[in-house]
């Protein structure tokens, strides 16, 4: 069997299509139609991952760098794949990546091989066919050209981990059923929803059960309830909600719903007023280590509730859930707060979350505003020196709410940046690195800081003429091909609407745009600013000493301003060796200084010690050095 790669004869578009499929961030956005465009339609009919654009950029990498061998499975991911270029735009909106051409190449190295080769046959086995006597034959597989879709990931810590099988189910009773069989047969078993983890947790030696087929979804708004399986994602939940008048609290939009409780609890803007972990559950089926089906509410179920950081968690598989539906009003929108300190814009988020204002709050770093509305990284890099340096925005606060809540946010903010200013911004980002509304903000300055003047409302129409924000003009800074689509996706309103894009989390999956991201996510008690202020200088440090870039993303207060949801980011090349060796080491000096803060005041959690443990009641975790488990 002759590669391309063994006669060192990969063309310069094979080796583009290498470059761009080893670097696949595996966010799974391509698992949802969160541009309406469409998803894949081979991997919504086939819901293998391999039949998606991410798999089948493992499987291109893989089959290029001589990893695996050309099976009759790779050859039907490939035959499937009709390049009807969905992917294109929405890897591109993401990553700036263009997978396209990545399936291109598949195909031809495809079309060439085999004139001169046979695929290879995977022989079945007993195990195999026992899952195929559960799921259907359809649904179980042995095949190296769909395992490799499920062997890795990003993560700076995980490696390569072929599993043996992989596994489709389609309702509890199948998963019990082959949970059951894997104890029979002495096989462990690792679940998966999307596989948007990215730090191995989803990696697995033996069997992948796969959950993203258990799609079901049905509402009681009598009661503002929606039953979901675990195979249904945040996007496609909000999405349906939103349309019944709803909202749910949900986080990032390719996470299945029920596995991001399980994994951590559900955090987001929105947590500042829904909670977090169970206080969104109504019900939830699991599936127990020995097979056995049992639900939350039945009065003889494990614990799945209560806390311990000591104890390991309960090792159950969430089937389906029953989950909260928040009223949604037609008077609901937003508004940002600019601060030039840290200080000063917690204590304001912490402020509006104590007296129960706002529906969503969320203190946003200036990496995470450059990049929330930049449609490329190169933009997204001019606009991090525009906002601290020449507007003076270190951080932004954005409050979501109806009203009555956004005017009495703006009562107690400094300055606000209204929808309609931050609409011009968005549009007109691409003269924000220009010198015009720059010059005309210099010339005003006085006393008042840039800020305070780009919120003045009679400076918008100026503002306007400044930038010109259009969306012709924001689709002037992508490729040409693309030129079209990004037009008439940004004359939609709701792609430069704060609420929408809050509700639907589209574009903080950009936030790995220039490299995949490893977040820090800990628990900090509000009523302690400057400790949060020495964890985020701890963070900068250790990047810093580490060689690696890194920045504050986002804190969120909860619990009437108690605790706050802290994430650090850091970033890498996870194909670069000497980038990867650099992370793993500024992972390792980054849990020291946590310790070292968690030492100081238990009140600070890092989310390791959450982790799986996501139904708890959050009192549990947030007040635990308060709870009667050490009596």
Same mark, same amino acid.
């Given at each position: 069997?002759?590669?391309?790669?063994?006669?060192?004869?990969?063309?310069?578009?094979?080796?583009?299509?290498?470059?761009?499929?080893?670097?696949?961030?595996?966010?799974?956005?391509?698992?949802?139609?969160?541009? &309406?465009?469409? +998803?894949?339609?081979?991997?919504?009919?086939?819901?293998?991952?391999?039949?998606?654009?991410?798999?089948?950029?493992?499987?291109? =990498?893989?089959?290029?760098?001589?990893?695996?061998?050309?099976?009759?499975?790779?050859?039907?991911?490939?035959?499937?794949?009709?390049?009807? &270029?969905?992917?294109?735009?929405?890897?591109?909106?993401?990553?700036?990546?263009?997978?396209?051409?990545?399936?291109?190449?598949?195909?031809?190295?495809?079309? /060439?091989?085999?004139?001169?080769?046979?695929?290879?046959?995977?022989?079945?086995?007993?195990?195999?066919?026992?899952?195929?006597?559960?799921?259907?034959?359809?649904?179980?597989?042995?095949?190296?050209?769909?395992?490799?879709?499920?062997?890795?990931?990003?993560?700076?810590?995980?490696?390569?981990?072929?599993?043996?099988?992989?596994?489709? #189910?389609?309702?509890?009773?199948?998963?019990?059923?082959?949970?059951?069989?894997?104890?029979?047969?002495?096989?462990?078993?690792?679940?998966?929803? !999307?596989?948007?983890?990215?730090?191995?947790?989803?990696?697995?030696?033996?069997?992948?059960?796969?959950?993203?087929?258990?799609?079901?979804?049905?509402?009681?708004?009598?009661?503002?309830?929606?039953?979901?399986?675990?195979?249904?994602?945040?996007?496609?939940?909000?999405?349906?909600?939103?349309?019944?008048?709803?909202?749910?609290?949900?986080?990032? @939009?390719?996470?299945?719903?029920?596995?991001?409780?399980?994994?951590?609890?559900?955090?987001?803007?929105?947590?500042?007023?829904?909670?977090?972990?169970?206080?969104?559950?109504? /019900? =939830?089926?699991?599936?127990?280590?020995? &097979?056995?089906?049992?639900?939350?509410?039945?009065?003889?179920?494990? !614990?799945?509730?209560?806390?311990?950081?000591?104890?390991?968690?309960?090792?159950?598989?969430?089937?389906?859930?029953?989950?909260?539906?928040?009223?949604?009003?037609?008077?609901?929108?937003?508004? =940002?707060?600019?601060?030039?300190?840290?200080?000063?814009?917690?204590?304001?988020?912490?402020?509006?979350?104590?007296?129960?204002?706002?529906?969503?709050?969320?203190?946003?770093?200036?990496?995470?505003?450059?990049?929330?509305?930049?449609?490329?990284?190169?933009?997204?890099?001019?606009?991090?020196?525009?906002?601290?340096?020449?507007?003076?925005?270190?951080?932004? +606060? +954005?409050?979501?709410?109806?009203?009555?809540?956004?005017?009495?946010?703006?009562?107690?903010? @400094?300055?606000?940046?209204?929808?309609?200013?931050?609409?011009?911004?968005?549009?007109?980002?691409?003269?924000?690195?220009?010198?015009?509304?720059?010059?005309?903000?210099?010339?005003?300055?006085?006393?008042?800081?840039?800020?305070?003047?780009?919120?003045?409302?009679?400076?918008?129409?100026?503002?306007?003429?400044?930038?010109? @924000?259009? #969306?012709?003009?924001?689709?002037?800074?992508?490729?040409?091909?693309?030129?079209?689509?990004?037009?008439?996706?940004?004359?939609?309103?709701?792609?430069? /609407?704060?609420?929408?894009?809050?509700?639907?989390?589209?574009?903080?999956?950009?936030?790995?745009?220039?490299?995949?991201?490893? =977040?820090?996510?800990?628990? +900090?008690?509000?009523?302690?600013?400057?400790?949060?202020?020495?964890?985020?200088? &701890?963070?900068?440090?250790?990047?810093?000493?580490?060689?690696?870039?890194?920045?504050?993303?986002?804190?969120? @207060?909860?619990?009437?301003?108690?605790?706050?949801?802290?994430?650090?980011?850091?970033?890498?090349?996870?194909?670069?060796?000497?980038?990867?060796?650099?992370?793993?080491?500024?992972?390792?000096?980054?849990?020291?200084?946590?310790?070292?803060?968690?030492?100081?005041?238990?009140?600070?959690?890092?989310?390791?010690?959450?982790?799986?443990?996501g139904f708890s009641r959050k009192e549990g975790f947030l007040y635990h050095s308060a709870s009667f488990s050490k009596v």
């Amino acid at each position: 069997m002759q590669h391309l790669s063994e006669n060192n004869q990969l063309t310069d578009s094979t080796n583009k299509a290498l470059h761009t499929a080893s670097h696949c961030r595996h966010y799974a956005m391509c698992k949802v139609d969160f541009l &309406g465009t469409g +998803v894949c339609p081979s991997g919504k009919k086939n819901h293998f991952v391999s039949f998606y654009p991410q798999g089948m950029m493992d499987i291109t =990498a893989a089959v290029l760098e001589n990893r695996i061998p050309v099976t009759t499975g790779l050859v039907e991911v490939a035959n499937e794949c009709i390049l009807c &270029g969905i992917c294109d735009t929405q890897c591109h909106f993401v990553t700036e990546l263009r997978p396209f051409g990545v399936f291109q190449t598949l195909k031809k190295f495809l079309e /060439d091989y085999l004139q001169s080769n046979d695929p290879v046959e995977v022989p079945s086995d007993e195990f195999l066919e026992q899952l195929r006597s559960i799921t259907g034959k359809k649904y179980a597989t042995n095949d190296q050209g769909h395992l490799i879709a499920y062997a890795n990931d990003p993560a700076p810590i995980s490696f390569e981990t072929i599993p043996q099988y992989a596994v489709v #189910p389609g309702d509890t009773q199948q998963v019990s059923e082959i949970v059951k069989l894997c104890r029979r047969k002495g096989m462990k078993y690792t679940v998966r929803g !999307n596989g948007s983890s990215v730090m191995g947790f989803v990696l697995g030696s033996g069997l992948i059960i796969d959950t993203t087929r258990m799609n079901k979804m049905e509402f009681d708004t009598s009661n503002r309830a929606v039953t979901i399986g675990a195979g249904i994602s945040a996007f496609e939940l909000q999405k349906e909600a939103i349309a019944r008048g709803y909202r749910v609290n949900a986080a990032e @939009p390719s996470a299945l719903y029920c596995a991001n409780i399980m994994c951590s609890g559900i955090f987001s803007l929105f947590s500042s007023s829904y909670g977090t972990a169970a206080d969104n559950l109504i /019900d =939830a089926e699991f599936v127990s280590e020995e &097979g056995d089906v049992f639900a939350l509410s039945q009065r003889n179920a494990p !614990n799945l509730y209560g806390f311990s950081k000591t104890e390991p968690p309960i090792q159950a598989i969430c089937t389906q859930a029953v989950v909260k539906l928040h009223p949604v009003t037609a008077d609901e929108s937003a508004i =940002a707060v600019p601060f030039s300190d840290m200080q000063s814009a917690i204590s304001y988020a912490e402020n509006l979350n104590r007296r129960n204002i706002g529906l969503g709050i969320g203190v946003l770093g200036g990496e995470y505003l450059s990049t929330f509305i930049s449609p490329t990284a190169e933009l997204a890099e001019t606009l991090r020196n525009v906002f601290h340096k020449e507007l003076g925005i270190a951080y932004l +606060v +954005v409050v979501l709410g109806n009203k009555h809540h956004l005017d009495a946010a703006r009562d107690l903010a @400094p300055v606000v940046l209204e929808q309609e200013l931050m609409r011009a911004l968005i549009l007109g980002v691409p003269a924000l690195g220009e010198e015009g509304l720059i010059q005309i903000l210099r010339g005003m300055e006085g006393e008042a800081k840039p800020y305070e003047l780009l919120a003045k409302p009679e400076m918008l129409p100026l503002i306007e003429v400044a930038l010109d @924000p259009s #969306p012709e003009r924001l689709a002037e800074t992508v490729d040409s091909d693309l030129k079209s689509f990004y037009h008439k996706l940004y004359k939609r309103p709701e792609l430069t /609407d704060m609420l929408w894009l809050n509700t639907f989390r589209i574009v903080s999956s950009r936030m790995g745009r220039d490299g995949h991201i490893v =977040a820090f996510i800990l628990y +900090v008690p509000l009523d302690n600013i400057p400790q949060v202020e020495e964890i985020h200088k &701890g963070f900068k440090e250790v990047a810093h000493n580490s060689g690696v870039r890194g920045e504050f993303g986002f804190l969120t @207060p909860i619990d009437q301003g108690a605790m706050g949801v802290f994430e650090w980011d850091m970033y890498l090349d996870h194909t670069n060796p000497d980038e990867v060796g650099k992370m793993r080491k500024a992972m390792e000096k980054t849990g020291a200084m946590l310790e070292g803060f968690m030492q100081q005041d238990p009140r600070v959690l890092w989310i390791r010690d959450v982790f799986n443990k996501g139904f708890s009641r959050k009192e549990g975790f947030l007040y635990h050095s308060a709870s009667f488990s050490k009596v």
